[in-house]
């Protein structure tokens, strides 16, 4: 993965960016991210996805994908939807969701936790570019070898399965190597984390727990309230729901009578088998044990995905003007 001088460039696979009116991803998400997202964030220029994982029925995907490409195709300026395929070997559908997408032709497919090198070839035989999720320099580097258009890198503190790498030092490490599109998730919120991620040397900025505490988020109405209460001191760190490190909303656990002490980092998978025969059932992670980022700090409302969208514009203008007044006092 070496890197290119011209590595700014807006030709190749740079064009689809161009695609988008403000550089970001509203990303996807486990159970929250429905068609009512997707197509509200691209209709208002931004990327829309969803993890595959959500359509459980038969036929689903492709209905989904379909009315995405439908109501999308009403607006000439919508941004691209760029669905997510989780590529681990525990996904039963992975071959089928695969032929399912090809057949719709998305511009991009995000794959997630694992390597992208089973599907990579036959996706981009398709013309569909490869965005993969990656959270250290080595994955990052295999996923690179594996034809990987554009890395995701998963930082600390991001929603959902995090890294845990220093945002700063991830992305310049993989931008000295990397020339491809480079998206930075976790920790942004607003115009001013974005494009703090592209000074950092990102072409596109990811956020998730934004984009929960919208009117379009298929999350219940409790789930966007604690959102906009919590604090980033209220996100709880654990690898004991999957073995994978994943953020929590403290007051969930608390929610579902569950002491955040114990559910800690360790080498053992914690068994949910201790509630079970629980009155109404053992809690279900995802759908009860909900799931944010360092981000909720910066998320006081849940707005439509066009008002959000429209704020982070206006936001977004504000931090470069403030960043081009600096740039002008400084002598170089
Ligand atoms: C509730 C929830 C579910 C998620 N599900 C997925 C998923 O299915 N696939 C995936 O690639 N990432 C998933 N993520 C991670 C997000 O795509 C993204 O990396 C993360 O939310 C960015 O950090 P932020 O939430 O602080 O903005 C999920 C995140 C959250 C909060």
Known sequence: MAADPQASADTGTRAILRRARLP?????????????LVIAACRAGVFGSFPTANCREEGRLDEWLRRIGEECAETPDAAPCVPNLIVHRSNPRLRQDLEVIIRHRPAAVITSVGSPAAVAPALRDAGIQVWCDVATVHHAQRAADAGADGLILLTAGAGGQTGNANPFAFVRAVRERFDGIIALSGGQADGAALLAAQALGCDLGYMGTRFIATREA????????????????????????????????????LAQGLDPAEFGIGPKRFSMTALEGREGGAPKRWRDIWSAGHSVSGVRDVPSVAELVDRLAREYGEAAEAMLALASGVRR
């Open 24 to 36: 970001l991803v509203a990303a996807p998400m486990l159970l929250v991210s429905g068609p009512e």
């Open 218 to 253: 298929r999350a219940e109405a409790r789930y966007k309230d604690l959102i906009v209460e919590s604090e980033l001191d209220d996100i709880h760190l654990t690898n004991a729901l999957s073995g994978l490190e994943t953020n929590l909303l403290r007051r969930s656990l």
